[in-house]
């Protein structure tokens, strides 16, 4: 029996048509919320734990757990199209899908896919938060940020950009000033700044191999320029923020600190 007359046998048994779907205008709203950055929304659903909830979701798996990530995979996808569509960087957006979609190897319980969908979720709707309190309506502009974020591990200078941009230097200096309120180089070293700031957190990488990775000119130049933003060494910032976790629930601080 192949696929199609599966489907024609699965549609016409009686217990088919008990089967109703949530109205999908309530999944599209929670999607927007998160697009929209709306936090305070995407956080009363998830303290709802309406991810669990498998009335009216449909079953795509019959066991519980591959349900669950089948449902996580749509709902990342349709979440990551949403946040490009208004605006999110092209590379962050999927890079971030390709994450947490990659996270479902390693979750195998019911607690541990509501955990992972909440982190997913409330991570999207804070960028998009950001995003949309700083948005900027000028291709050229929003263009220039995705190239940097593409770009971050390399050394960038604006006539990269203009070159890549198609338009002179001195055109896009001003243009991005004008939008931003920030020089592109202000803006390239506080980008840096923030992806040196996570493997300070997160990796293993010494000081020196963080500043090769983000293209510093030296180990010293980059704890300069860490110092001016940050108002401490990298080190300092390890010793406080190392594998430190933020307690969605109380907005308190939690982990080790090494």
Not at 6 to 18: N, S, T
Not at 30 to 36: E, K, L
Not at 81 to 100: I, P, T, V
Request: hydrophobic share 35%; net charge negative.
């Amino acid at each position: 029996m192949g696929y199609q007359d599966e489907w024609l046998l699965f549609e016409a048994e009686d217990d088919v048509d008990e089967m109703e779907h949530r109205p999908p205008t309530e999944e599209f709203l929670f999607y927007q919320a998160v697009s929209d950055g709306n936090v305070e929304a995407v956080q009363r659903n998830c303290e709802q734990e309406r991810f669990l909830d498998s009335e009216g979701v449909g079953v795509l798996s019959r066991n519980p757990i591959t349900n669950l990530k089948y449902h996580f995979v749509i709902t990342t996808a349709m979440i990551t199209r949403l946040c490009r569509q208004k605006g999110m960087e092209l590379e962050q957006a999927f890079r971030m899908s390709d994450f947490y979609i990659q996270k479902l190897d390693d979750v195998h319980t019911v607690q541990g896919m509501r955990s992972l969908h909440d982190g997913m979720v409330l991570d999207y709707a804070e960028k998009m938060r950001k995003l949309c309190r700083s948005d900027t309506n000028s291709k050229h502009i929003n263009a220039c940020k995705e190239y940097i974020y593409s770009h971050i591990k390399e050394r960038i200078t604006i006539e990269d950009l203009a070159d890549e941009l198609g338009v002179s230097a001195s055109y896009l200096s001003r243009l991005f000033k004008k939008e931003t309120g920030d020089s592109v180089s202000a803006y390239i070293r506080r980008q840096k700044m923030e992806k040196a700031k996570n493997l300070l957190r997160y990796s293993d990488y010494s000081i020196i191999e963080i500043a090769n990775r983000l293209s510093f000119s030296s180990q010293s130049h980059f704890i300069q320029q860490f110092r001016e933003l940050e108002g401490m060494t990298p080190k300092k910032y390890r010793d406080i923020n190392y594998m430190v976790q933020w307690d969605i629930e109380t907005g308190e601080k939690s982990g080790t600190v090494e």
